[in-house]
């Protein structure tokens, strides 16, 4: 079985509640966890679990400008025309460095509010698309036609979202290069 | 009450509220936008495959690069034309450009393979298109033309009807080969599959093998 077919949309949402429940157990203090910082913890793994997503999402984009160009023409063709090159070159390499921030956690804060605001755009253009009935590829992790929009892609990108924020305003995280902000 | 935002906090007693530092986490998520903007920019520039940037608006001169087809204009329909709802208008090449040719992608094929509303045409060598092909295709070996385009353009009387071709993907130029040779000979709506028969096996759509009959 290949690794995007274990990572669909459902998987996905089931990793990120369940990330998000572990950060709220610790933070509510549903459970004590013993001896280390539990709250900081659960925030680095959020960190790592962004990080490796939003890298691990440009990779099939980064080299391949033209692909993605044409995807969002057909697909995202509310991006108006003037603009679309410039978004098709520049997203994937923006995630990529985003999700190498967080991974390092260097600048760690700005890359998180940087995904939470790609998450953002990204759940308001899959929505228009779903809402609209677009039969498309949502290429969000790679640029194969088996990514179809629905429900589910929405819901997912939401709790990203979430998780993004929840990172956005943790006091620290552990193993980051930024030491500034911890 | 626990303060919301504390970096050295250790206990809510000792904790100094201290504001969320918004102004310079936004300076620095500007800063990685910049940088990652203009990275990609410059990678963009030196790459094989980068693309044009600079928009370039659908010119209409009113008429087709051949000189004699007159362009459909969008918002305007000729008595013989289909509403121009369904019908597209063909953006004329512009001088120089070294593809011009629309980009379709896997999805874009498949919706027009299921409509059956398009010719496709596969580039490669004949052993390859025997190997595997989009059910349908017609075999058009892009290095060899002159040799292809008597067996290949009979079949196509309609000079204006969709033509999708489609070779390896990524760098291949066979289809962009093809697609010039049909401009050339007066098709006027060609296309190219970008990422070519690669993509449309990884998108597990239906293939076939042989020659179709």
Not at chain 1, 146 to 152: C, I, L, Q, S, V
Not at chain 2, 92 to 102: A, C, H, Q, V
Not at chain 2, 168 to 181: E, F, I, K, M, P
Request: with cysteine; glycine share 8%; aromatic share 12%.
């Amino acid at each position: 079985m290949k690794v995007d077919q274990i990572l669909n949309d459902g998987t996905l949402c089931a990793l990120s509640l369940f990330l998000i429940l572990i950060w709220a157990g610790v933070k509510f203090r549903l459970y004590a966890p013993p001896r280390w910082d539990g709250e900081t913890a659960a925030a680095t793994l959020l960190r790592l679990a962004c990080g490796f997503l939003l890298a691990g999402a440009s990779l099939d984009k980064l080299g391949d400008a033209a692909g993605f160009l044409g995807l969002m023409k057909e697909c995202y063709f509310f991006v108006p025309d003037p603009i679309q090159p410039l978004t098709a070159v520049v997203i994937p390499w923006l995630e990529f460095f985003t999700g190498l921030c967080l991974v390092s956690g260097f600048r760690w804060r700005a890359a998180a509010l940087v995904f939470c605001g790609l998450m953002a755009v990204y759940t308001l253009a899959i929505s228009w698309d779903v809402l609209h009935g677009i039969d498309c590829s949502c290429g969000c992790f790679s640029k194969d036609a088996g990514e179809k929009m629905t429900g589910w892609t929405v819901l997912r990108d939401l709790l990203f979202l979430a998780m993004g924020s929840i990172l956005l305003v943790s006091r620290r995280t552990f193993a980051a290069l930024d030491r500034l902000n911890d | 009450m626990k303060p919301k935002y504390s970096p050295k906090a250790s206990s809510s007693s000792a904790a100094a509220l201290t504001p969320f530092p918004l102004k310079k986490t936004a300076g620095q998520a500007w800063d990685l936008f910049v940088f990652s903007a203009f990275f990609a920019v410059l990678f963009n520039a030196f790459y094989v495959a980068g693309i044009e940037l600079k928009f370039k608006p659908k010119v209409f001169t009113g008429q087709s690069d051949r000189g004699s087809t007159p362009v459909t204009y969008s918002g305007f329909s000729s008595p013989a034309s289909d509403s121009p709802l369904q019908k597209k208008a063909t953006p004329t090449p512009l001088p120089g450009e070294p593809n011009p040719f629309p980009r379709l992608s896997v999805m874009g094929v498949k919706q027009r393979f299921d409509k059956k509303s398009c010719v496709i045409l596969d580039a490669r060598k004949p052993e390859e298109y025997q190997e595997g092909h989009i059910p349908g295709a017609l075999n058009f070996y892009g290095n060899e033309p002159e040799k292809f385009a008597p067996l290949v353009m009979p079949q196509l009387p309609d000079k204006s009807k969709e033509i999708i071709a489609y070779c390896h993907g990524g760098d291949c130029d066979l289809s962009l080969q093809v697609a010039r040779a049909l401009q050339e000979a007066g098709y006027t709506h060609v296309e190219i599959f970008t990422g070519g028969w690669p993509d449309w096996q990884k998108a597990g759509y239906p293939v076939t093998k042989g020659v179709d009959p």
